[in-house]
């Protein structure tokens, strides 16, 4: 941590950084549990994640502002790896994630994130949003016990196949969810994390008063969520693990990476200061090391979060630290409580995530473009939605290199033509 940031500080400076960190806090516990679920694992290590990553990157990541957790964009990986390779697995995948993150800091990578192709990024941003958005489809329409795959032409058609099995009772109290979402939007469209919480909290309690025991529950499927945190376990790592995993953990590197620093330069550009990028590497890194021994999933800088934080006049890393101390009184005191809530409050939340995460008016805007970036954003997007992340941004990041080469030939053929003429 920078005690930079402290030279100027006040009562009051603190005061508003408590009230922003519990602001971020209480959006964070849905989000953590649901991300957690539709990667397929149990919603508790969500909370481990979001506790663990949000105190780490708040003391040693390179921007101030930033709040780590579990986030959107991880979901397809993530369950693809749990379901070819298994949650243990998943988390030695992170741990050496967080290895090749720290290479990256070193090798000076974080200066080179300018470059990454922006077709590439909203290409792949908007095949995980179609991606998070269709796995819920299931949640909100009640069918909880219906089969996962890693691709989403086959979920697709698993879900087309168990219609007949809707529940009724999922569906009212996934819409109830979804209406408060957007009325409270609609009078406050800055409480995008709160509406939340009180689209969650709302549908639930109507459920419970109105249709008891017709819909399922985070525990009734998953357990009741422990209240107690986890001794920290070092994950059995062997060669062979490393040489199966490599390709999960690069492509996890690649988009944590991606992720905290994009948000790290919107933070910069709220606030107009400046954030290390390799002292953010660094501290991910760590992250992504640590969180797997107390059985969390990969983490990065959340953008909605990280605004939330600074929206809410946040001035310093305690805000952070705050968020992921309000996260673990609250997994210790009412986690129990959390096991009530309905399946279908979650599968809402995490649609309105995917909306926003979709990156929809560049997607149009680069379409409508109808040139070689239109080829490789598309080509991007489709590849990630019926294959993989990693497949889609390798094909992508192939096509870029080879119209960078194109442009370049072209240019010194220009060059030579007008210095003999």
Partial sequence: MDLEVFRNYSLRSLKKDIISGIVVGIIAIPLGLGFAIASGISPVTGLYTTIVAGLLIAILGGCRFQIAG????????????????????????????????????????????????????????????????????????????????QYFHLNTKEIFGSLHSINIY??????????????????????????????????TGMASIFFANQ??????????IPSHFPSPTVPNITVEKIVTLLPSAFIIAILVGLQSL???????????????????????????????????????????????NIKNGASSPIAGITHAIFVLIVLLVLAPYASYVALASLAPVL?????????????????????????????????????????????????SGVHFIIRKRKGKHRFSRDTTM
């Fill in 70 to 149: 579990p986030t959107g964009a991880f979901v397809p990986v993530l369950l693809g790896i749990v379901l070819q390779y298994g949650y243990e697995n998943l988390l030695i995948a992170g741990f050496m994630s967080g290895f090749i993150l720290i290479i990256f800091a070193i090798c000076r990578v974080g200066t080179l994130i300018k470059y990454f192709p922006p077709s590439i990024i909203v290409g792949f941003q908007s095949g995980i949003a179609l991606i998070i958005f269709s796995g819920q489809i299931p949640n909100f329409l009640g069918l909880h016990t219906i089969e996962k795959y």
């Fill in 170 to 203: 999922s569906i009212a109290t996934a819409g109830l969810c979804l209406a408060t979402i957007l009325i409270v939007l609609y009078f406050s469209p800055k409480s995008l994390g709160m509406s939340y919480l009180i689209g969650i909290i709302v549908s």
């Fill in 215 to 224: 819909f399922e529950t985070i525990g009734s499927i998953y357990g009741k």
């Fill in 262 to 308: 994009l948000t790290a330069r919107v933070a910069d550009e709220m606030t107009k200061l400046k954030h290390s990028s390799k002292k953010e590497l660094i501290g991910q890194g760590i992250v992504n090391m640590v969180t797997p021994m107390f059985s969390g999933i990969p983490a990065a800088g959340e953008i909605a979060r990280t605004v939330t």
């Fill in 351 to 399: 649609m309105v995530v995917a909306w926003n995460i979709s990156k929809k008016e560049q997607f149009i805007k680069v379409v409508k473009e109808k040139s070689f970036h239109s080829l490789v954003l598309l080509t991007t997007f489709l590849l990630t939605v019926f294959t993989n992340l990693t497949v889609g941004i390798a094909v992508g990041l192939c096509l």
